[in-house]
């Protein structure tokens, strides 16, 4: 099998990484640790023409899509018309992650648990609905409709704060486009964690669960980010509430979209948060997570290629084989991520990791015959370990051997 996947980042990187263990893989535009990996093509995600051209060319079998922005554009439907197999949703079912808006109708539509919330576009009407949540004595999330790299999220614990945050969204527009519109919703407390569902229309099936850590700085605090860590099995989540979470939150979805006559074939990613024992499902996106990707992947045996195939083919999704180990990822970003950052900063990694220790590339480039950093989360530092304990040891002592200027990463993943 030959495939293609579309993506620059650690992510994009663990995909080829797993996929290139049963099929043949190449990659568009990918990072230089994926040019390590496999071949790699200079063609941008958006250009929808050439990504197309380009699968034709390479006589692919199987287009695997990783990031938002495309789906969300529609290059699904256009690799489809062109005949040619594609992972990823089209247009219709991106939209699920593409509108927040959208996205929380299709909850209470489906009867999914989720924060109580309200969407607007006047910024006036956002903030007298934040305030009478304050009067209630809650506290809110405002959060940019639209796609905006995981950072579109202010979690407000003030009537000021959310006015501030309303503002920078929907006035001064600090994430674009994706700020024209805004949820304002409750503010739910409890853990996290991510499904991730692979779904081939009316059928189904869910990949292990990650915990990702969103914030940039340990014990979470700071502002979200798009991930900087994860870590799987996640050991205090019972297999009852797992059992509930695809009972309430990722059936009744997949029963709206056939409903509403979308073919979702891809991977479905509910955000969920365990409030009061109840799951509750904070967003849903339409692609893998990232970094719980780079985890997953790692606790997988044979079959995912053909898993990922099968999908793509709307054929029923067939299991993929899940190892005991427990695996974990440190991000490693650059200084000032999820803010400003310097970027060609040169990279030294030991040529010699424990064979437990996968290093996953994100915002990386080549710069003459050096490595050097092109983006704000630059590595995935992942390993295995019989438990979460020793995979975090083994993680945290590559970390530690990796150098570049202003290097940041949390020091508390899988704590
Ligand atoms: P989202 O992109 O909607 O998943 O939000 C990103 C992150 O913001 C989530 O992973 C949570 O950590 C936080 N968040 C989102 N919605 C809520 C909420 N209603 N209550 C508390 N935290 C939230
Ligand atoms: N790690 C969060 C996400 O991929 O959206």
Not at 35 to 43: G, H, L, P, Q
Not at 248 to 261: I, N, T
Not at 280 to 303: A, H, K, W
Not at 307 to 328: S, T
Request: hydrophobic share 40%; aromatic share 6%; with cysteine.
């Amino acid at each position: 099998m030959r495939v293609l996947v579309i993506g620059s980042g650690g992510r994009e990187h663990a995909l080829c990484w797993k996929l290139g263990q049963e099929a043949e893989v190449l990659c568009a535009p990918g990072n230089a640790g994926i040019a390590e990996t496999c071949d790699v093509e200079k063609v941008a995600p958006e250009d929808s023409a050439a990504v197309v051209e380009l699968a034709k060319r390479s006589e692919v079998d199987l287009v695997v899509i990783g990031p938002e922005g495309p789906l969300i554009a529609g290059l699904a439907d256009e690799l489809r018309s062109a005949g040619i197999a594609a992972f990823g949703p089209g247009r219709d079912g991106a939209v699920l992650e593409g509108s927040k808006a959208f996205s929380k109708r299709m909850m209470i539509e489906a009867g999914v648990p989720t924060a109580e919330y309200g969407d607007f576009t006047d910024v006036d009407d956002a903030i007298a609905f934040a305030a009478k949540m304050f009067d209630r004595g809650k506290s809110v999330a405002v959060k940019a409709s639209g796609a905006a790299l995981g950072k579109g999220v202010a979690i407000c614990h003030t009537l000021e704060e959310a006015r501030a945050a309303l503002q920078a969204t929907m006035v001064d527009r600090v994430f674009g486009a994706a700020g024209e519109t805004v949820v304002v919703e409750e503010c739910l407390y409890g853990k996290e964690f991510s499904l991730l569902t692979l779904v081939s229309g009316d059928s189904s099936w869910s990949l292990p669960v990650a915990q990702d850590y969103k914030r940039a700085f340990n014990g979470d605090r700071g502002p979200n980010t798009g991930g900087m860590g994860a870590y799987s099995p996640v050991e205090w989540l019972s297999n009852g509430l797992l059992h509930e979470t695809e009972e309430r939150v990722v059936a009744p979805m997949l029963a709206a979209m056939k409903k509403r006559g979308i073919d979702f074939r891809g991977v479905l990613y509910s955000g969920l948060m365990v409030s009061d024992g109840k799951p509750f499902c904070l967003e849903y996106n339409v692609r893998f997570g990232d970094p719980e990707t780079q985890t997953i992947l790692r606790r997988l045996g044979s079959g995912f290629a053909e898993a990922l195939r099968a999908v793509a083919a709307g054929e029923p999704v067939p299991e993929v084989e899940v190892l005991p180990e427990a695996a974990i990822t440190v991000v490693m970003a650059s200084e000032g991520y999820p803010g400003k950052y310097p970027k060609g900063k040169k990279l030294l990694v030991p040529s010699e990791l424990p064979g437990e220790v996968v290093v996953f590339h994100a915002g990386t480039s080549l710069l003459m015959h050096d490595v050097v950093t092109s983006g704000g989360r630059v590595l995935g530092v992942s390993a295995t370990g019989g438990d979460i304990e020793s995979a975090r040891a083994t993680a945290y002592r590559a970390v530690e051997d990796i150098q570049f200027a202003g290097r940041q990463y949390r020091t508390d993943i899988g704590a």
